[in-house]
């Protein structure tokens, strides 16, 4: 049955848990290496991944682009525009063309629904880079960043400030499927997918909604948030002053535990959904996470061809 990997779900969290062990283990091994250097197992070596970019993107493109490299395999990179994708050809007829001649497709798109077909019609594994709905590869960074500051998973407080969108819906996910919680703050109007909530509470997460920023920054062991704007949307005045409540300040994260770290997926917009002060200050771990892209993308790569887990 060929691994497709849209959602965490799709992989579970005992498959998240040994993801994360081997991106611990692998990225150990590398220290000190250049980074064009494949893995001493080389485990993807003749492997070939297609990367589809329908959205911009800096880290998704290069951090698997090095992921397959140092796991000993090649890519092909397509902008949409470049394909006969981005002129009318169904992503269907396009899934069937590509799992004939590579190995593993990752698509960084708009709508989740693209993906979804994707990988219905695909006969190798299709990897989520970005959807409007979720955005499961960051996550994952998110979780390796985090075991390796030393704070457990299970039980940990998260606290999410901003826009309800895709990198928190993958995080109510994450919480469900790893045992913690999360506490978002968001403006009305602007809340996440309620499905996520309610598939993460039944598998035992805690997850609540305040419209109080201090409230679910409190006692946090972890604070994150997005960019307001995403891309694609136009620089909406209306949406930026019913965030700015919201926004990740000094006098905010004294409200968190002492110990609290920093998330942000990156680009980030300073001064809007975050000062400098917290975004370059000792609590942020940005650039570890950036980095982790790389590491954590890797093991899912070898996930989904079926060589760990």
Known sequence: MTRHFLNLSDAGGDAIAAMIADAID???????WPKGRADADAPLAGH???MIFEKNST??????DMAI??????????DAGGMQLG????????ARVLSGMVDAIMIRTDDHAKIEEMAHYATVPVINGLTDLSHPCQIMADLLTVIESGLALP???????GDGNNVLHSIIEAAGLMQFDV???????YEPDPRFAVEATARGACITLSRDAVEVASGADVIATDTWISMGQQHAQDKLAAMMPYQVTRDLMAHAKPTAKFLHCLPAHRGEEVVDAVIDGPQSLIWPEAENRLHAQKSVLLWALGRLG
């Open 26 to 32: 692998r990225k150990a091994a590398r220290a000190g």
């Open 48 to 50: 070939t991944l297609a």
């Open 59 to 64: 880290r998704t493109r290069v951090s698997f």
């Open 69 to 78: 490299r140092q796991l000993g395999g090649t890519s092909i990179v397509m």
């Open 87 to 94: 002129r009318g050809e169904t992503v269907a007829d396009t």
């Open 155 to 161: 039980g940990s407080q998260w606290a999410w400030l």
């Open 183 to 189: 506490r978002i703050g968001v403006p009305q109007g």
